[in-house]
């Protein structure tokens, strides 16, 4: 299927995407490590609990890094090889852009197949299970008299899609305990069926219950008025929303994992009002960013053989302009997207398609 010409063409690559990942990844934890180091310090969290947690974080670096590092690499290889005037020689054997360039796509549609299928497992669970983390390793080595991290007041969270409010005076997201409970059951026009208020509701992971402890539920008439109350110790209810996704809509938008914009914005009424625009652009976004291994691909090959062997930076100045102005144009969407000018799906994936027709026009024009 490969000749020695695409041997050598992924040798040269794979050694650049190989150096490069490993110097981009270093940066991250450099960088992360220099943003959470005071906080780690201050709560005297251990060594090998700071190494657990650069561990468990580094499956989430890897959607921003790997195209990157294609990119990088691309320039790299590509660019040394034209520089070499290797390029020109395999094009004088009969060599056109496509064969020059299949090997290594090859190779960057595996990352992203891999990066597409990660997203759902092993990444939301590193974003999930190093944020826990952290917070565990605040919560645990506080300081006396600090603040519980662990406890939130006041958690709210609006299932529109069932047409359900949660609403607890406080939430303990290690016993997945909740103080002052209301639970509001409403129609589809807004109008109040069902509130059902508690001293105390836990969540048992194995059956998937709530229990309810010492409350009222209480019964609303078409009109909204209370038609009948019903007091319980003790009310165990299955398939309400599950902590996760409580906690998860409390969290910066920009720190939840794939699972948990998936769930929020379904939860959201499938895309209708403003938390949900947001939820679902970002949930789109993720799902395209995984293919943007193949547009780095598509982008640097043109520019690094197609620019002058004299200053091959000139080619590659050009074409991290090029992926810089990708970003641009996704803000750009994301925040039209959150308006609703545009559909969550369309702000999610127009940016890549944009620049991707742009890379086909590039190749095009280089046969």
């Known amino acids: 299927m490969f000749d020695t010409i695409d041997r050598h063409l992924a040798r040269e690559w794979l050694k650049s995407f190989g150096l490069t990942t490993g110097a981009i990844l270093g940066l991250f934890h450099v960088q992360n490590l220099y943003d959470n180091l005071g906080d780690f310090l201050e709560h005297r969290a251990g060594a090998a609990e700071i190494f657990r947690y650069h561990l468990l974080v580094t499956p989430s670096l890897l959607s921003p ?5 294609v990119l990088v690499a691309t320039l790299l290889s590509y660019g040394a090889l034209h520089k070499n005037q290797e390029i020109t020689a395999m094009r004088s054997m009969g060599k056109g852009i496509w064969s ?16 597409f299928v990660l997203n759902n497992g092993g990444i939301s669970y590193s974003t999930e299970s190093s944020r826990a983390l952290y917070d565990e390793l605040i919560s645990k080595h506080g300081s006396k008299g600090s603040e ?3 406890t939130l007041s006041h958690l709210t969270f609006e299932n529109a899609l069932e047409h359900r409010l949660w609403v607890m005076n406080a939430f303990n997201s290690t016993e997945s305990k909740g103080r002052g409970v209301y639970l509001y059951q409403r129609d589809a026009e807004g109008q109040p069926i069902e509130r059902l208020t508690a001293r105390s509701a836990s969540f048992d992971s194995q059956s998937q219950s709530w229990k309810f402890q010492l409350g009222r539920q209480v019964f609303f008439d078409p009109e909204g008025l209370p038609l009948r109350f019903v007091d319980f110790e003790e009310k165990i209810i299955t398939g309400l929303d599950t902590p996760r996704v409580l906690l998860a809509s409390q969290k910066k938008v920009d720190d939840l994992s794939l699972r948990e914009l998936r769930d929020l914005a379904s939860k959201s009424n499938l895309g209708h009002g ?6 679902g652009v970002l949930y789109h976004q993720s799902i395209a960013q995984p293919w943007n291994c193949v547009l780095a691909l598509l982008i640097g090959v043109p520019f690094a053989v197609g620019g002058t062997r004299v200053n091959p930076m000139v080619g590659a100045t050009k074409a991290i302009g090029i992926f810089v102005a990708f970003f641009l144009i996704s803000g750009l ?4 997207g959150e ?4 559909a969550p799906f369309v702000a999610g994936w127009l940016p890549l398609v944009l620049l991707g027709a742009y890379a086909m026009f590039l190749i095009i024009r280089l046969s």
Request: glycine share 2%; aromatic share 10%.
């Open 65 to 69: 890094v790997l195209p990157l590092s």
């Open 148 to 150: 519980d991290t662990s």
């Open 339 to 342: 308006e609703g000018s545009l």
């Open 333 to 336: 969407c994301r925040f039209l």
């Open 274 to 279: 403003s938390e949900s625009r947001r939820y």
């Open 100 to 115: 020059l360039l299949r090997v290594n796509l090859f190779f960057a549609s595996l990352l992203s197949v891999a990066l």
